[in-house]
Structures are given as C-alpha cells and as structure tokens.
C-alpha cells in the first residue's frame, strides 16, 4: 500500500505563488508516474499535470501551462508542483495521484494511489 501526503496549499492573493508537496510512504516502489488533480466546488476533479516515473516527461493542463512546473525528487518520495501567477479559477482541492506504470498521463483511470488533498484559494 502507498501513503500520499500533500502540503503547502493556503490563502493566497491573485498573481501570487504556492509550492505543492506530496510525499510518499509505504510501498513507494509501486508508484511509478505521478500527477496533480484538482477538483472545485460542483466541478468535477480535473488533471493538471502529470510526469513520468524519471521526471523526464511532463504533461499540463491547458489551462495551467506556462504556469504551473511539475517536478519530482525520487531520493525523497516527494512529488511538487510549484504554481505561479495563480488565478481566482485556480482555487480547488488539489491531489497528488500515482500510478503503478511508469508514464501517465491525466485521466484519473490511470493512478492507482490518491491522497486527501490540500486546498488552495486563491482570492484578494
């Protein structure tokens, strides 16, 4: 079993910045690529961005990318997304997934292990 763990969501201005963290614990062996979901009130959860087992490949969402960087340190079990430029429409509860397979993509269908989110509002 893998544990996910997501930090450093909060309260912050438009045009501001936050950096997300996901660590994970357990049978890390098993989580191969890994993506950050959000989901909004009475919207459904959406894919962000998503990167490969190696960090060598990244995906974006249209709406973040330009934006939002992917990354991944593998000695440490932790996946980051840093977000700049926030925007109101970016406030949601966002997720750190991962998958058994080495490359995904952002369809929730291909992760395997979620964790409970962290919310970010973003908000003068």
């Known amino acids: 079993q893998v544990h996910l763990v997501e930090s450093g969501g909060g309260l912050v201005q438009p045009g501001g910045s936050l950096r997300l963290s996901c660590r994970a614990s357990?049978?890390?062996?098993?989580?191969?690529?890994m993506a950050w979901f959000r989901q909004a009130p009475d919207h459904e959860r959406e894919g962000v961005s998503s990167?490969?087992?190696?960090?060598?490949?990244?995906n974006y969402a249209a709406s973040v990318k330009g934006r939002f960087t992917i990354s991944r340190d593998n000695t440490e079990n932790t996946l980051f997304l840093q977000m700049n430029s926030l925007k109101p429409e970016d406030t949601a509860v966002y997720f750190c997934?991962?998958?058994?397979?080495?490359?995904?993509?952002?369809?929730?269908?291909?992760?395997?292990?979620w964790g409970q989110g962290t919310q970010v509002t973003v908000a003068s």
């Open positions: 990167i490969n087992y190696d960090g060598r490949v990244t």
């Open positions: 357990g049978a890390t062996s098993e989580t191969e690529a």
């Open positions: 997934a991962a998958s058994r397979f080495p490359f995904a993509g952002t369809r929730d269908r291909e992760y395997d292990y």
